[in-house]
């Protein structure tokens, strides 16, 4: 009969030594060039079963590999490599992360007006009475917490809003079109690329934002307007067009657009948005045929077309917010040590660029437990801060090498800088100062990846200015669907005057919460910043340690502020000297 072999093994066998000269060649023929030709003989598998019937099980605790460790010598060297931890793919989180986007933005076209007359019983001439046409919706963009991604943008590459209905006889004007709100993460910069007039010739005339021009950069807010949704309404609003613009009927969306947006659109969303901020205004209605009554002409048989759809490409680009930023070479246990201070899940592998999304970690500094608020008061949150594991630089990253520097993009905004070092590479200090170079090259905006580089220089220059009106917002709401209602709601997020914080809902755990809003962040360089030097469990790292601890010394004696340069050695792997690292994070952060 011939033998049959259990095709995965049960979780709880899972292996961790073997006898490779049994099993190599089974799994792995190429190691073994001799045996790889021949089939196992049913006397070769029987042995092969017999082997992973003696195999060391898995431990399931950390306890549990020490256990095993001490039991002889011998296993102990075998088990030294495969010690590592053996997380379960289901922990590890699957949602996709888009950080750069750009979309086309198409507005509603303006409903017709209409020609029409009235007409009953005993009046043969009839005046006239056809309706405007609807305006059409228009395109917003609102940031919110709870968005983590702008993966669900990537699906759409094209946002329309609804056209605006025709006008009917009996006066009964167009119903206007729907708007659409487009919910970004709070940390999104907004980028106008291009705007087309609805006949598709690109606009002209158009000042770009330039960094190059200080003057403009300074009262950039004096004389550049967002429109919050009630204020863009009003600018749209039918008497606000006829008192202020009576032309614009006749001259159409683009007009429209250049009397709400003057210049290219430049928004950093870096704090929730109170109410949605108007990116394309819906095209003007036509006009029915009552308007075009005159002394000399009772009976018009013309009304005007609607206007269409103007169009506007952007570029998103989303900046993560965490205070602190962990950086390190690709491979230094940075996501271990994630894992190691808070409950996030973030992949860890012993092979480089295990990570290749940020993961954002919360920890919580007081871990009281808050009596439940009282009917009608709201619950508090606990003091807690975030720290962002990106995924590894390497030397040259710059010029594009490894995954690019790009993703120093989410820490751009921390408050500060957590280098990571392996202490069981040959020159951590030399490492220390390759991160630093990196770091100095993203800051300079110098990237290999040409498109990249300027918006950068230009967003890194430009971040950090203030918004206007940041009150209100809608968390864990879909990305973007028709908003029929005219008024924002407020119900989700309110701005707290008196101590100056966001109280908002979450809707899972039913709880609200309250959070300060952010402050500005420092530039990259000047972020305040320590090391944490990791993998201090393995043997021959105090050497490199005290090296580390001298080169740090060093530069304390260079900056001259007396401010001492963290360095903490811990050991991720085994959770061990991480309580000081939370700690000297919390005295960074203030809450020491
Ligand atoms: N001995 C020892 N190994 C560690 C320690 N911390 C992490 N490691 C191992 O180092 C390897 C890399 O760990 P990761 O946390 O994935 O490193 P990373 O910096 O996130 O790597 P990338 O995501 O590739 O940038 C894994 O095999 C870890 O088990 C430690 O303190 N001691
Ligand atoms: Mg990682």
């Not at 072999?5 to 060039?33: A, C, D, E, G, K």
């Amino acid at each position: 009969m011939p033998l049959r072999l259990p095709r995965v093994l049960p979780q709880s066998h899972r292996i961790w030594t073997v006898q490779l000269n049994t099993w190599t060649p089974f799994l792995y023929p190429f190691l073994s060039p001799g045996v790889a030709a021949r089939p196992l003989t049913p006397a070769q598998s029987l042995l092969w079963c017999r082997t992973l019937s003696t195999t060391i099980e898995q431990p399931e605790s950390r306890n549990d590999i020490n256990l095993v460790q001490s039991q002889s010598a011998e296993e102990a060297v075998e088990l030294v490599s495969v010690q590592q931890p053996q997380h379960p793919h289901a922990e590890y989180s699957t949602v996709p992360f888009v950080d750069m986007q750009e979309l086309t933005l198409i507005a509603g076209s303006g409903g017709n007006g209409c020609v029409s007359f009235l007409r009953e019983k005993f009046i043969p001439y009839g005046p006239a009475n056809g309706g405007n046409g609807g305006s059409g919706g228009s395109i917003y963009v609102q940031a919110v917490y709870g968005e983590t991604s702008l993966h669900k943008l990537s699906r759409e590459g094209t946002v329309r809003a609804k056209p605006g209905r025709n006008g009917k006889g009996s006066s009964i004007n167009g119903k206007r079109g729907d708007d659409v709100i487009i919910r970004v993460p709070v940390g999104t910069v907004v980028r106008e690329i291009s705007r087309w007039d609805p006949v598709g010739e690109e606009l002209e005339g158009l000042q770009d934002e330039n960094v190059d021009d200080e003057s403009k950069q300074h009262n950039h807010h004096d004389r550049w307007v967002h429109y919050p949704r009630s204020a863009a309404e009003n600018v749209m609003s039918e008497n606000f067009m006829a008192t202020k613009y009576p032309k614009t009927h006749h001259l159409g969306a683009s007009t429209m657009l250049g009397i709400t947006h003057p210049r290219k659109v430049y928004l950093d969303l870096s704090k929730p948005t109170m109410e949605p901020v108007l990116l394309v205004p819906g095209a003007p209605g036509g006009l029915g045929n009552p308007n075009f009554v005159t002394d000399g002409r009772r009976r018009p048989k013309f009304a005007t077309k609607g206007g269409k759809g103007i169009r506007m490409k952007l570029q998103l680009e989303l900046k993560i917010l965490a205070d602190i930023g962990l950086v390190g070479l690709p491979n230094a246990g940075k996501s271990s040590f994630l894992r190691a201070i808070s409950r996030r899940k973030a992949r860890v592998g012993e092979w480089a660029f295990t990570t290749l999304a940020p993961n954002i970690g919360t920890i919580v500094v007081d871990e009281r437990h808050l009596p439940p608020p009282k009917p009608g008061e709201m619950q508090k949150r606990l003091p807690r801060f975030t720290i962002a594991d990106i995924p590894g630089l390497i030397a040259d990253a710059h010029l594009n090498k490894g995954l690019g520097h790009g993703f120093l993009r989410h820490i751009e905004r921390a408050k500060a800088l957590c280098f990571v070092i392996d202490l069981s590479r040959e020159d951590p200090v030399e490492d220390l100062k390759g991160l630093w170079r990196e770091i100095k090259a993203y800051e300079q905006g110098f990237s290999g990846d040409e498109g990249g580089s300027s918006v950068r220089g230009m967003m890194s220059e430009m971040s950090g200015e203030k918004h206007s009106d940041d009150r209100f917002i809608e968390p864990m709401a879909e990305t973007h669907e028709p908003k029929r209602r005219r008024t924002p709601t407020t119900t989700h997020i309110r701005f707290n005057e008196e101590d100056g914080t966001f109280e908002y809902f979450e809707p899972e755990s039913g709880f609200v919460f309250s959070q300060k809003p952010r402050e500005e962040a420092p530039r990259m360089t000047s972020k305040r910043w320590f090391v944490i030097a990791n993998k201090a469990d393995l043997p021959d790292t105090e050497g490199k340690f005290v090296a580390l601890q001298r080169h740090l010394e060093a530069e304390k004696e260079k900056r001259g502020d007396g401010e001492d340069i963290g360095l903490i050695p811990i050991s991720a792997l085994k959770q061990e000297g991480v309580e000081s690292a939370i700690d000297w994070m919390k005295s960074i952060l203030g809450f020491l």
